[in-house]
């Protein structure tokens, strides 16, 4: 991800979250932050129609926002994002990868399930739109 990328991931963000990210808090991980890992995926004609944000942080890949445009949805771009993110984090020796999901959110529960992520907690009340829980979820890589 870079700089010029937020215009289509904004798009992305503002349409799939209710507290979405700004361009701020974007960039400053993209320019400021030491430890994250952004990542971009675009369709055949070079729109981006997904993105991921993580931490690479004490042997923890720390994912912390995975969307793909509703158009793109189903069509494994999600889970091209997550695998890259998983992969590079085993190759800086990383051990764990753990993120927050919500408990309706059976389709990002479904991808992680399926690519080894199991419940390991639950932090109650943790959305501030909705005060729904988040399941915590890890897989070690």
Request: glycine share 8%; proline share 4%; hydrophobic share 40%.
């Amino acid at each position: 991800m870079l700089p010029r990328d937020l215009p289509e991931v904004l798009a992305i963000e503002q349409a799939t979250f209710p507290i979405p990210w700004t361009h701020e808090g974007f960039l400053h991980e993209i320019e400021r932050n030491p430890f994250a890992c952004n990542r971009v995926v675009r369709s055949s004609r070079g729109a981006v129609v997904g993105y991921a944000s993580a931490w690479m942080v004490d042997a923890e890949v720390r994912i912390n926002n995975i969307a793909v445009g509703e158009e793109f949805r189903g069509l494994g771009y999600g889970e091209v994002l997550l695998r890259n993110l998983l992969d590079l984090g085993k190759t800086l020796g990383c051990v764990v990868a753990t993120l927050e999901v919500r408990p309706s959110n059976s389709t990002a529960i479904s991808l992680y399930s399926k690519l080894g992520f199991r419940e390991s907690g639950r932090r109650k009340g943790y959305y501030t739109d909705t005060r729904e829980d988040a399941l915590v979820m890890k897989v070690f890589l």
